[in-house]
């Protein structure tokens, strides 16, 4: 699969704010269209398969889960979100994106906040829940130590 994951890049004025994604009906409306706020550590990420936007992604630099008691994740990358257009899914493309995520940023382990348990499972990371139970907050899910080690 020769996909292509591009990073977006505030363009413009837009000091505090910008829009990261076009609308497109293959994606989740509330989750990326409109105006965004400008973070520093926050890093959006758009994936084309032969010049199709298929996929989209947001990472945030800075991980705080100390309360889920996972330890050694001074270096991680948060999955805030990530999506494979409608039309795409099912065919390995989450899968390829957060393994070329994981061959840009090595040594570092990738987390995720999501219900999304059977994804995560198949990509063999750790699910964590939190100490006030399954029911208060969404699970996290730690990519193993030897898969954010291993060279691409």
Request: aromatic fraction near 12%; glycine fraction near 8%; charged fraction near 35%.
């Given at each position: 699969?020769v996909?292509?994951?591009i990073?977006?890049?505030?363009?413009?004025?837009?000091?505090?704010?910008?829009i990261?994604f076009?609308?497109?009906d293959?994606?989740d409306?509330?989750?990326?269209?409109g105006?965004r706020e400008?973070?520093?550590g926050?890093?959006?990420f758009e994936?084309?398969?032969?010049?199709?936007?298929?996929?989209?992604?947001?990472?945030i630099?800075e991980?705080?889960?100390?309360?889920?008691?996972?330890s050694?994740?001074?270096?991680?990358l948060?999955?805030?979100?990530?999506?494979?257009a409608?039309?795409?899914?099912?065919?390995?493309?989450?899968r390829?994106v957060?393994?070329r995520?994981?061959?840009?940023?090595?040594g570092?382990?990738l987390?995720?906040?999501?219900?999304?348990?059977?994804?995560?499972?198949?990509?063999g990371?750790?699910?964590?829940?939190?100490?006030?139970g399954?029911d208060s907050?969404?699970?996290?899910?730690?990519?193993?130590?030897?898969?954010?080690?291993?060279?691409?």
């Amino acid at each position: 699969m020769v996909l292509d994951l591009i990073e977006k890049q505030r363009q413009g004025d837009g000091r505090y704010s910008w829009i990261s994604f076009e609308p497109n009906d293959e994606f989740d409306s509330g989750w990326w269209d409109g105006l965004r706020e400008y973070f520093d550590g926050h890093r959006y990420f758009e994936a084309r398969l032969e010049g199709v936007e298929v996929a989209r992604l947001e990472l945030i630099e800075e991980v705080d889960f100390e309360h889920y008691n996972v330890s050694d994740l001074d270096a991680a990358l948060r999955i805030h979100l990530i999506e494979v257009a409608k039309s795409h899914r099912r065919r390995g493309i989450g899968r390829e994106v957060v393994k070329r995520v994981t061959a840009m940023f090595p040594g570092r382990r990738l987390v995720a906040l999501s219900e999304a348990d059977d994804f995560w499972a198949s990509l063999g990371w750790e699910r964590h829940d939190h100490p006030d139970g399954p029911d208060s907050y969404e699970p996290l899910f730690v990519q193993p130590r030897s898969l954010a080690d291993r060279p691409s």
